[in-house]
């Protein structure tokens, strides 16, 4: 991210660590709820049936090799990008695979005990297949889903084995309680792209910015990645700041995310339903492509009293 390479675990991206309570065991979720709470993620390893995963891989992973994207010589199973081929394919987010795992697997039982209260997933899964170069620049979820209940949690999964340079999740800890963060949290972090003219940085709405070392330069925190083997998931709520690291590698990161909350509260319509983009996120999908006018996100920066005073958020960092 930023064009800065970096050892990892190292100074400038450490490591993620396991909270070490087992999700599946009733008897640990206050633990996990303190973790949560201190922490502002929960990696639990192994959480999810490693073959299942792998199961589940190998379906996207066919249909990928099916339409080209994948090097023709090579095993499938290795995800490695047909280079004559950039970017990358959509997959369907009602893919029926992938809604499957989400009901057979334990996430509903353990965000039940979690909740204290029955549990939902949305059904709108966003599911991510990110080519070499492919990232996610830094943000809060509040920002994509926060018209619903406060108690939602997001779920970032890899299919198969995701090493930190093939573009894993990276969380900022300390974004969803230091004091340092609070007028981020206010006045970015309530901000709705669908509702307001803003295109966000590098004119993905809602994305804050693409340099992590200005966010922690300046609002303190540290970034926290990790090397994801297949099954392990990585839960944080709407007020963690985090991104997807650049994919260094010629092989495919796929991923899921998903959103889980207590089924009694009040829901995001947008993640309710799996219309179209353009139809379900109309006016962020608009600013995006330049459709309205809208103002940058250097602009809304400057407006929240947050500009970045060392290099614009488009620009090389
Ligand atoms: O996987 C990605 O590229 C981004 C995922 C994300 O931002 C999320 O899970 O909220």
Known sequence: ?????????????????????????????????????????????????????????????????NDGWLAPDDEPDAGRSNPERRGAPAVDSEQPAIAGFYREQPFLPFFARYFGEAAMIYPKILTRVKNTGGRTGVHFDNVYIGRGSPRLLSCWMPWGDVSADQGALAICSGSHDLASFARLRDTYGRHDPDREFIQGADNAAGHFSFHLHEV?????????????????????????????????????????????????DATDARFMTNLEPREALRHRYRVADGEVNAITMDEARAKWGLEDTRHGLSGAG
């Open 216 to 264: 922690t330069e300046r609002f303190g925190g540290r970034w926290l990645t990790a090397d994801f083997r297949a099954g392990d998931v990585l839960i944080f709520p709407p007020f963690t700041m985090h991104c997807a690291l650049d994919n260094t590698t010629d092989r495919f990161r796929i991923s899921s995310d998903t959103r889980f909350q207590p089924a009694a």
């Open 1 to 65: 991210m930023s064009g800065r390479s970096f050892a990892f675990p190292g100074d400038y991206v450490g490591e993620l660590a396991d909270c070490g309570a087992d999700p599946h065991d009733p008897g640990a979720v206050q633990a996990l709820q303190v973790a949560m709470q201190r922490d502002g993620y929960l990696l639990l390893r192994g959480f999810a049936d490693r073959e299942a995963v792998l199961a589940t891989r190998r379906i996207l992973l066919q249909q990928m090799a």
